[in-house]
């Protein structure tokens, strides 16, 4: 798989065909965060008219049963393309509707040309979608300032979903447990393991060139878990913040326009310098989410996401992309 082709938003075409400019914003789309780096979307365009629809295909049956992360993923995508919309100035309405045999949800983007914009997003987060990146080191020992943490509040536009940050030391420390021993429990599947090292394949890691087929054969064939365990152990008790994201509902729907949340609060940490990961194997196992959302104020809260934010010292490399003529119907 190729490195990800970083756009250049000079190449906008700023005089060009409306459906030229459409297509550019898929440029954005496709450099989304997914589950182990899956891509699990598909785009068309037909008219003025963007959809963004999951690719079953791509879908990681053993990991994501439900497909609640494929659809996290898919979210993320819409909101990459909806920050690029409002950047470019291109006014848009959203659906979201179902295939036909009800089993595939999807959403719709209608552009309007020439409509007045309804800038509700930080322009600012548009230049953080290149430089946006999953962070797997240990943060450094540094606060959020209370300001940052306003900032990062503030991404969350929608109103129904929830975005709660915990940082009591002892809500920290049962979730690195949570953590390690989901760690330990799905890495004991070899078909769970068999998708991650499909993860692997796909650069999810960022390994030098010839240590990827070595970490794709350890992790088929040796059980990484317990290692595995103490690092995420680490990792998460090393953050000075940690956030979820929950709905009321547990719907397709819901959990697209978690991924948008998601990814707009990526966007917002990446403008403000700080590196963020998501953590989501303990919401794989589901007697672990339904005790991370025992912890949340309010008990009917459905959680989707759970993430560490901090700082470290330098950035990581991209991670590499399909072409975007593999996503396109
Ligand atoms: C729904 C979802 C769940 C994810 N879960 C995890 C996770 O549990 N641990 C992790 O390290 N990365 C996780 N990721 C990050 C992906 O592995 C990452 O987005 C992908 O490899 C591409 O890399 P990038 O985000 O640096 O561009 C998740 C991403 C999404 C969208």
Redesign the pocket.
Same mark, same amino acid.
């Given at each position: 798989m190729p490195a990800a082709d970083i756009p250049d938003p000079e190449a906008f075409p700023e005089t060009g065909a409306y459906a030229d400019k459409l297509a550019f914003l898929l440029e954005y789309a496709r450099?989304a965060?997914?589950?182990?780096?899956s891509q699990p979307w598909q785009f068309s365009l037909r008219d003025h008219t963007l959809g963004v629809l999951p690719d079953l295909e791509r879908w990681q049956p053993v990991t994501d049963p439900e497909r609640r992360?494929l659809y996290?993923?898919l979210g993320?995508a819409l909101e990459n393309l909806l920050t690029a919309a409002e950047y470019f100035r291109l006014g848009f309405h959203v659906a979201f509707g179902d295939s036909e045999r009800g089993d595939e949800t999807f959403a719709r983007v209608q552009f309007v040309e020439g409509a007045t914009i309804n800038q509700v997003r930080d322009p600012g987060l548009f230049h953080a979608i290149v430089r *946006?990146?999953?962070c797997?080191r240990p943060f450094l020992p540094k606060l959020i300032p209370h300001e940052e943490l306003l900032q990062l509040r503030n991404a969350r536009l929608e109103t129904d979903l929830a975005l709660r940050f915990l940082a009591n030391l002892e809500q920290k420390r049962r979730l690195a447990e949570l953590v390690a021993a989901a760690d330990r429990r799905l890495f004991a599947n070899p078909d769970y393991r068999r998708e991650l090292a499909g993860?692997i394949r796909r650069g999810?890691w960022r390994l030098p060139g010839p240590l990827t087929p070595l970490a794709v054969l350890a992790v088929r064939h040796l059980n990484p878990g317990p290692r595995l365990a103490r690092r995420e152990r680490q990792l998460l008790m090393s953050a000075p913040v940690l956030a979820v994201l929950a709905s009321r509902n547990d719907t397709p729907v819901d959990w697209i326009r978690t991924?948008q949340l998601?990814q707009r609060l990526a966007l917002t940490a990446t403008k403000l310098g700080l590196a963020i990961?998501?953590?989501? *194997?303990l919401l794989q196992v589901r007697s672990h989410r339904h005790e991370l959302a025992s912890m949340l104020p309010d008990n009917r809260l459905r959680p989707h996401?759970l993430l560490r934010l901090g700082h470290v010292d330098g950035g990581?490399r991209?991670?590499p992309r399909d072409p975007l003529s593999r996503h396109r119907v």
């Open positions: 450099l965060p997914s589950l182990l780096n992360e996290l993923s993320c *946006r990146r999953t797997r993860g999810m991924g998601f990961q998501p953590m989501n *194997r996401v990581d991209p991670t």
